[in-house]
């Protein structure tokens, strides 16, 4: 028996020997992973990681779903002096905010954290491995991998973790050329991601409902908790869809309500005046033009709270030199219904 165990234990040890050695191959050779997912050089998350490791102190940091990194527009923000980055992932949903949170808000250290909301993001029915997917395939090994890894049991993540821990230990992503273009998506400096598509044919959409999952609540409420030791300000805020999408919504007062129950909150959805085929790109996401608007009220609504109006007013005439976000204010910032 004891022979037996002997030879099982040493079979399996060389199976994860063989195991790691294919993955570092297919690494080290460019060939995916089995893990059905871009690695870093063809994904913009790649490019959001690279600039987080290069990041310093921030005054803003936005962080969310791809609502958050095709939304808040980075240069606005720097334009009016504050020092800004956009933490969006895809599906990015609480718990994974809060497992990047914990990684990174000591070396970021902002003084105000703007959460993207959306009730798709809490809901029990969210796909948990496409998040996980799109952060470990894009970034280097960090320890809160594991925490990812245990939120939804899944081959490819562990191909994927092993990969990236790979990558890491021996960087052959070093000197990989990162190409700011991919497909109708430039990406910008500091986590923006803008879309050259210009707008939109309406489809149909049909009614859109969640079951809001507690430990997506939780997480939430974690982060804000986690914020408040660390003397950081928190704002929630759920950034506009198309209006024929919003209007299938169900319930979306109950979702306000949960929001506003936990954290300072605004739902920008009906505040402002967007058409759907010219502002949006698709039914969900902004194009530039849309973003422009939106980017103005949102400058807007921090600018005036106490703790940052004189900074909003001096940034305000000092980006007056080259007429970039007070054009935006003055045609756009007045359009709240």
């Known amino acids: 028996m004891t022979l037996f165990l002997k030879r099982f234990v040493s079979f399996l040890l060389l199976c994860v020997l063989v195991y790691v050695v294919l993955i570092g191959i297919m690494v080290k050779a460019n060939i995916q992973p089995p893990i059905h997912h871009n690695l870093p050089a063809a994904n913009i998350t790649g490019l959001m990681f690279r600039d987080l490791h290069l990041a310093q102190k921030t005054d803003l940091l936005f962080v969310g779903s791809s609502h958050s990194y095709r939304g808040f527009d980075t240069r606005v923000y720097d334009s009016l002096g504050w020092n800004s980055f956009n933490m969006g992932t895809s599906s990015q949903t609480p718990r994974h905010t809060l497992a990047l949170l914990e990684n990174w808000l000591d070396s970021i250290q902002p003084q105000l954290l703007v959460f993207e909301v959306h009730p798709a993001t809490f809901s029990s029915q969210m796909d948990l491995v496409e998040a996980n997917l799109n952060i470990m395939a894009n970034e280097k090994w960090q320890p809160y991998f594991m925490n990812l890894l245990l939120m939804d049991i899944d081959l490819r993540m562990l191909n994927l973790a092993v990969a990236a821990r790979i990558r890491n230990l021996m960087d052959w992503e070093e000197g990989m050329p990162f190409d700011t273009v991919m497909g109708t998506d430039r990406y910008i400096l500091k986590g923006y991601v803008e879309s050259t598509k210009k707008g939109y044919d309406p489809q149909h959409t049909y009614g859109k409902g969640w079951d809001i999952d507690s430990q997506q609540t939780k997480a939430l409420q974690e982060i804000i908790r986690l914020a408040k030791i660390k003397g950081i300000e928190v704002m929630l805020m759920q950034l506009p869809v198309t209006g024929s999408l919003y209007a ?22 009906g505040r402002m005046e967007l058409v759907d085929t010219i502002h949006f790109y698709d039914s969900n996401h902004l194009n530039p033009a849309g973003a422009a608007i939106v980017n103005a009220v949102v ?16 940034g305000l005439r000092a980006s007056a030199l080259v007429g970039h976000v007070p054009a935006l204010l003055s045609s756009n910032g007045s359009g709240q219904k």
């Open 299 to 314: 400058a807007e609504i921090i600018g005036t709270r106490a703790k940052w109006k004189k900074d909003y007013k001096k």
């Open 248 to 269: 299938t919504y169900n319930n979306p007062a109950g979702f306000d309500s949960l929001m506003n129950s936990l954290a300072p909150y605004q739902n920008l959805n």
